[in-house]
């Protein structure tokens, strides 16, 4: 009996990898497609793919149970012309040609997910935005978000293709180089004090659960349209902060000014909005829908990630119960 396919663009980063690993382990043949192998956890079949021209990788798509579109040039940089035109036409460019190539299929792929961004909406600290009353936001990142999305739904697929944008917050895992481990070190050393002010939403869901969300995309066949993919408790910077410190026994915080961010950002080449917008974005359709979070708030989530790192630390089962760094020092 043959597996069903699971066809991975932008399998470099770090979503991707963990999507690979999963996936694969779930019974499915992953085809794993790239601008190279650098980056890559080893999961499946390579192809390699420019971003945007048709080539060997367009094969893959054939039958497809499900294709996920990860491509994107990486937000964490400054927002000069250059870097601004690579953000969007990285976008743009491979929805548009994993679209062409679906339309080419004698048996198109099942389903199409194309992982967006939380940052859709609003700068938002009066209230949560939903996938029903979410309000868009402005400026660079926003028009972004939606420019992406209408190319992708305005794309003329079969009828018979499920279509979905997932619009996900920060996904936390303990990682190198990802959120949570930049968060994590700066709470060792008593530098994860309130930024700004402290009252910004942070959207945010672990990678567990964002990983679990896709697989109940998928085997809701009745599903389509957009999903935010974020927790449901949405702390402000400063609750999410003070917790993690908890965990971490790190009684120091040392706050951080916006003068201090926008300096900062400004040395590491990179924008302070990705710190100070408030992302209160809530999960009201997977909710609606009866998806089960494993970890809907934040203080259970960073006692399970602390336990765990990197690729194969996430998937394994803990052997020991999840309880935080300072209870296992009290021990």
């Not at 650098?38 to 080539?55: A, Q, T, Y």
């Not at 002010?197 to 085997?219: C, E, K, N, P, T």
Request: proline share 5%; aromatic share 10%.
């Amino acid at each position: 009996m043959m597996k069903p396919v699971a066809v991975i663009f932008g399998v470099n980063g770090f979503l991707g990898r963990y999507l690979a690993r999963h996936w694969t382990r779930s019974g499915y043949e992953v085809v794993a497609v790239g601008r190279s192998q650098r980056g890559w956890g080893g999961d499946g079949m390579f192809l390699p793919w420019d971003g945007k021209n048709p080539g060997p990788w367009e094969l893959a798509l054939e039958g497809a149970a499900v294709v996920v579109n990860l491509a994107g040039r990486s937000v964490n940089c400054r927002y000069d012309g250059k870097n601004r035109r690579a953000i969007l036409e990285s976008r743009i460019d491979s929805t548009k040609a994993i679209g062409a190539a679906i339309r080419k299929c004698r048996k198109p792929p099942g389903l199409w997910i194309n992982v967006g961004t939380a940052t859709y909406y609003r700068h938002a600290e009066d209230g949560p935005q939903d996938e029903w009353r979410g309000e868009p936001g402005d400026g660079f990142s926003a028009d972004v978000a939606r420019r992406w999305e209408e190319v992708f739904f305005g794309d003329a697929t079969p009828a018979a293709v499920r279509k979905i944008v997932v619009r996900t917050g920060m996904v936390m895992a303990n990682e190198k180089d990802t959120a949570f481990a930049i968060l994590k070190r700066l709470a060792q050393f008593g530098l994860a004090g309130a930024m700004g002010s402290g009252d910004q939403r942070v959207s945010w869901i672990h990678i567990r659960d964002w990983l679990d969300a896709l697989d109940f995309l998928l085997a809701n066949p009745l599903l389509d349209g957009v999903f935010n993919l974020t927790a449901p408790e949405c702390p402000t910077n400063r609750r999410m902060l003070d917790l993690l410190r908890e965990k971490v026994a790190m009684p120091l915080g040392l706050p951080t000014a916006e003068w201090m961010i926008a300096l900062g950002a400004f040395l590491m080449k990179t924008e302070p909005e990705l710190v100070l917008k408030s992302r209160w974005v809530e999960p009201a359709r997977l909710i609606d829908e009866g998806f089960v979070f494993r970890w809907p708030q934040w203080s259970n989530a960073v006692e399970d990630l602390l336990t765990r790192e990197g690729l194969a630390g996430h998937f394994r089962e803990s052997s020991r119960r999840s309880m935080g760094l300072r209870a296992w020092a009290q021990a």
